[in-house]
């Protein structure tokens, strides 16, 4: 009995952790969800205020809004260009490093951006404008020239891998259109004809007959007669005796056990 609940006590707790790590995971991967819901949300208004600005407003505002706005998109195009290419190229994966350690020097210019937009010393921002717009252009060339790279070597993939299919396609129909040789036609067929239905046997039953079967139907029936010819009865040998003929009982005169024995007819 103790055993029992012992064993009772032990699947109660056991069931009991099993609810507490189901129940954290779930809560990990739903506040996951949130924060990249939420991270995706603020990146959007951020991108929609910068192209604003860039638009909206003139002078070094407008120039900062702009210099962040094609650092941000550079910057992201190439990251899920790198990831998505990453899963089917392993090649990708030394290149995806590089693009994390840029990705630290951008973030980097971005948030000194994002200083200078707060900057109120107009003046001062726009004598460090020349070199912003040298960082940025080197940033966003590398991160182009990765995205480039990775996709015209994917591109380079899919013609080599279309090229071979289509070769083996071209051999696999010439090799499908070559059937004059390919088979070789029985010398008997060439003579093939269809039996005619008004050249049937006389007294055949068969309303049909093939070519070659009347010339074989001759030579058995001709073998045949010979055969019986020289069977017959009334020809023999020279010194010998044809054989007597058998004369048959006459049928009325057999008498079967089951049969009544005639009576003699009566006269009155």
């Given at each position: 009995?103790?055993?029992?609940?012992?064993?009772?006590?032990?699947?109660?707790?056991?069931?009991?952790?099993?609810?507490?790590?189901?129940?954290?995971?779930?809560?990990?991967?739903?506040?996951?969800?949130?924060?990249?819901?939420?991270?995706?949300?603020?990146?959007?208004?951020?991108?929609?205020?910068?192209?604003?600005?860039?638009?909206?407003?003139?002078?070094v505002g407008g120039e900062l809004a702009?210099?962040?706005?094609?650092?941000?998109?550079?910057?992201?195009?190439?990251?899920?260009?790198?990831?998505?290419?990453?899963?089917?190229?392993?090649?990708?994966?030394?290149?995806?490093?590089?693009?994390?350690?840029?990705?630290?020097?951008?973030?980097?210019?971005?948030?000194?951006?994002?200083?200078?937009?707060?900057?109120?010393?107009?003046?001062?921002?726009?004598?460090?404008?020349?070199?912003?717009?040298?960082?940025?252009?080197?940033?966003?060339?590398?991160?182009?020239?990765?995205?480039?790279?990775?996709?015209?070597?994917?591109?380079?993939?899919?013609?080599?891998?279309?090229?071979?299919?289509?070769?083996?396609?071209?051999?696999?129909?010439?090799?499908?259109?070559?059937?004059?040789?390919?088979?070789?036609?029985?010398?008997?067929?060439?003579?093939?004809?269809?039996?005619?239905?008004?050249?049937?046997?006389?007294?055949?039953?068969?309303?049909?007959?093939?070519?070659?079967?009347?010339?074989?139907?001759?030579?058995?029936?001709?073998?045949?007669?010979?055969?019986?010819?020289?069977?017959?009865?009334?020809?023999?040998?020279?010194?010998?005796?044809?054989?007597?003929?058998?004369?048959?009982?006459?049928?009325?005169?057999?008498a079967y056990p089951w049969e009544k024995?005639?009576?003699?007819?009566?006269?009155?």
């Open positions: 009995m103790e055993a029992a609940i012992v064993i009772m006590a032990l699947l109660f707790f056991a069931f009991v952790a099993l609810g507490v790590y189901a129940t954290v995971k779930a809560v990990k991967a739903a506040k996951r969800g949130v924060d990249r819901t939420i991270h995706q949300a603020r990146r959007t208004v951020e991108d929609t205020t910068l192209r604003a600005k860039s638009f909206g407003q003139t002078g702009q210099l962040r706005l094609s650092l941000r998109t550079s910057m992201r195009a190439t990251q899920d260009a790198l990831q998505a290419g990453v899963a089917e190229d392993a090649s990708l994966k030394e290149s995806l490093d590089l693009f994390h350690r840029l990705t630290a020097h951008g973030r980097e210019l971005d948030e000194d951006l994002k200083r200078l937009e707060r900057e109120p010393d107009r003046a001062r921002v726009a004598a460090q404008l020349t070199d912003l717009r040298e960082r940025t252009e080197r940033i966003t060339h590398s991160a182009d020239s990765l995205r480039w790279a990775a996709r015209d070597r994917a591109r380079q993939f899919a013609e080599d891998d279309l090229t071979s299919l289509s070769a083996q396609i071209d051999l696999e129909a010439g090799a499908l259109r070559h059937w004059s040789g390919a088979t070789a036609q029985d010398p008997a067929s060439d003579d093939f004809s269809w039996p005619d239905a008004s050249a049937a046997a006389p007294g055949s039953e068969r309303g049909q007959v093939w070519p070659g079967e009347a010339d074989g139907r001759a030579a058995a029936s001709a073998d045949a007669d010979g055969a019986n010819a020289g069977q017959r009865p009334d020809t023999a040998a020279p010194g010998q005796q044809p054989p007597q003929a058998i004369t048959a009982r006459d049928p009325r005169r057999t024995t005639a009576r003699p007819e009566t006269t009155n």
